[in-house]
Every structure is written in C-alpha cells, then in structure tokens.
C-alpha cells in the first residue's frame, strides 16, 4: 500500500514538472503569435463605422457576405443575431464608411433584398487610442495591486508561483487571439480582467493549501506536501471549473456573434487557468527551493529578535 502510494506521488511530481516546462513552451508560442501577427484590434480600438440593418427574411451568413463583398470593396467585419435577420458590418475608418446609412440604399438597391436600416454608429480612431491607453492602465492597474496584495499574503516563493501563473494565463489568451485573428475588442478586453481573478482565485486556494500542510507537516518533503495540496483541493477546482465552463458554453452557444470572442477569451482563460494552477503556481515555488521547515526557521529568527 505504501510502495503504491509512493508511486502515485511521484507520477504526480513528474506530471508536475513536465506540465511546468511544457507551460513554458506555451508562453513562447503565444508570444511569438503575438509578435508575429499581432492583435487583429477591433473596432472599439481601431476606430471606424458599425451599421446595423435587417432583412426581412432570413439569410444565411455565407450569402451575406458573398453580397457584401460584391458591394463594399474593403474589409469588413459582419455578424448576424436573431436566426439572420439582424445584421453588423463594421468597417474601418475610410470613405466608404463615413457614408453611413447612405450606402445600405444602394446595397437594397442593387441586392434585391428589404433592407431596414437600424442604427450606424462612428467611432475615431482618436477615441481608440485613448481606449487602449485606458485598457492596458486598467490591467496595469489590477497587475500591482494583486502583486502588493500577494506579497504581503503569501511567502515571496509561493507568491512568485502565483504571478507567473497570472501572466502565462493572460499571455496564452492573447496569445490565441493573435494566431487565431479573432477581433479584439473591449468585451475581450473585459474577459482578461475577469481572467485575471479567476486565476487568482485558483492560485490563492492552492497557495494557501500548501502553507497550511507545511506548518503541519514539518518534517515531509515539499514535494509531497505539494502533492497532498493538490489533491486536496483538486477537486473543488474541477467542479469550479465545470460549472464556470457550462456557463460560458451557453453564452458561447446562444449570445450570438457579438459575444463570441468574450466567450472564447473566458473558455480559455478558464481551461488554462485550472493547469497553471497545478503546473506553475504549485510547482514554481518547489522550483525555487521552498522547504517544509521555512515557518521553523522564520520562528527560530523571530525568538533571536533582541
């Protein structure tokens, strides 16, 4: 029973750390995604002309954009909602699209198709500029907060652990829009904080877990006490993750195109989240030569205090 369970342990430390370095190999093809290609930013950034229209009869999406293209002779960007009757097309910011409405009458015209138009709205690319600088000082922002509140939460390794999981979840989302070219907007913009959080939340519940078998335990090793951690709390982790997923599913599934990337960016974040919370945040800080008798030796310190 013993040789069993010292079995299990050590496939748990060897999934560990080979989870930890293909984690790494992760981050490097995100970023070189990200570097590659970059963002393909969205019109809140971008800056440009979303009008909105309906047909009276359903069209399928395909056929749609075969129209469009035939009419409008630069990219575009097109979703539907309600079963193809209520459309968007988002431009960028030319000519063409400062005409505004004006274009959907000959695009009725030439079609064939009942047209109604519903809403156009212009966003400059002024505006966008200024929404970026916002964005990235919002996720700055969260960033030094959550590392003040760490550092005086957790032991310097077990808060190290933390944060790099943090980054690698972020870096691996973005790092899918970038290969993938999913349009990045405000609402992807919103699922990196919410990402942010998740992730956290992940990190703390195994950090804490760890601190606490380790003042129990004095005299195991680190590597078993994190392996008790993690079984310990694997599976509220699982059922979080699933009732979290089934959620985003749904939206995925029936909040329509406009939703989508939000969707996806949360589904990612949420899958890989989960792993770092095993292969970085829980294995980071053995990496870094944590030992069971640290809270021995910081009593010892405090004892010799003048």
Known sequence: MNQLILKQAESLTKFRIVSFYCAVIFIFIALFGLINNGLNLGLDFTGGYLTEFSTENSISQDKMEVLLTSFLPDSFHLSSADDGTHWSVQQIDNDI???????????????GLTISPQDAIYIGSQVGEELINQGGLALLTAMIIILLYLSFRFEWRLAAGSVIALFHDVIIVIGIFAWFEIPFDLTILASLLAIIGYSLNDSIIVGDKIREIMKRNKDKEIDTVINIAIKATIERTLITSGTTLATIIAIWIFAGDSLAGFAIALFAGVLVGTFSSVAISATVPQLLGLTTDYYVKKEEEVCHLP
């Not at 274009?103 to 009725?108: M, R």
């Open 97 to 111: 699209s400062l005409k505004g409405k004006s274009w959907l009458t000959e695009f009725s015209n030439q079609s």
